[in-house]
């Protein structure tokens, strides 16, 4: 099983939708967790970290369930510019390193 | 939040030649950098962790001859890849962190905005 697991998409879909991505990792042990967003040929950028009790920023909210050991993101009124690749990380534990999902790409048309 | 640079943006090269990438912190001092490599549609794999001062940490299947590190200050960490070949042809970016995500704390990395290296 990866570490890290997503569908790679791509979700096409219209502006002001709703979507949803999710994930799932493997390491019972690990200790934070993040969406990271990165645009073509760019670097990954933090997008958010994920809570246990769930948090929102904005349009996004991110949800973690460590039982299932599965990570959403949701983003509400999608817009052109969320158009990207979401990467999906977990840090293991000791904090030291961190692993990427191979990302979900969003495709927001016009 | 704190930027990290990485000098070239791009490389082209020939077979068989060495290319050192930099990776700078700019305004901060990072205690541990960390190497990543991506191919076309896949993730980001850790290559190795380098600790200022100390020899970097290869991840498994790296081989450390080739991909030479080093992390001679707090504010500068190189890549050389060695003898370059068409596999080698990759995106290479680093991430520096100001802590040494220790158990009780996560310390956030910064990423540089990657060189995109192409071997002939």
């Known amino acids: 099983r990866k570490e890290v697991e997503q569908d790679p998409g791509p979700f096409n879909v219209p502006e002001g939708a709703t979507v949803a991505f999710n994930c799932t990792y493997s390491?019972?042990?690990?200790?934070?967790f993040f969406w990271y967003r990165q645009d073509c040929r760019k670097e990954p950028k933090l997008l958010m970290s994920?809570?246990?009790s769930g948090n929102e920023d904005g349009r996004f909210t991110a949800q973690l369930n460590r039982a299932s050991q599965y990570i959403s993101l949701l983003i509400r009124d999608s817009k052109l510019s969320d158009s990207a690749t979401y990467l999906c990380v977990v840090n293991g534990a000791g904090y030291s390193t961190l692993t990427f999902g191979k990302g979900t790409m969003l495709l927001v048309s016009p | 939040g704190a930027v990290v640079s990485q000098h070239p943006s791009r490389v082209i090269c020939k077979s068989g030649t060495s290319v050192k990438i930099e990776c700078r912190s700019l305004d901060f001092q990072a205690t541990t950098m960390f190497w990543y490599r991506q191919f076309p549609k896949q993730s980001l794999m850790l290559m190795a962790t380098s600790n200022e001062g100390s020899k970097a940490t290869y991840e498994q299947g790296v081989e450390k001859d080739k991909f030479l590190i080093n992390h001679a200050s707090l504010t500068l960490s190189t890549l050389t890849v060695t003898s370059a070949h068409p596999e080698d042809s990759s995106f290479y970016i680093c991430?520096?962190?100001?802590?040494?995500?220790?158990?009780?704390?996560?310390?956030?990395?910064?990423f540089g905005p990657g060189t995109r290296l192409t071997v002939l």
């Open positions: 994920v809570y246990s």
């Open positions: 390491n019972s042990a690990s200790q934070s």
């Open positions: 991430s520096a962190r100001t802590g040494t995500g220790g158990l009780s704390s996560y310390n956030e990395q910064f």
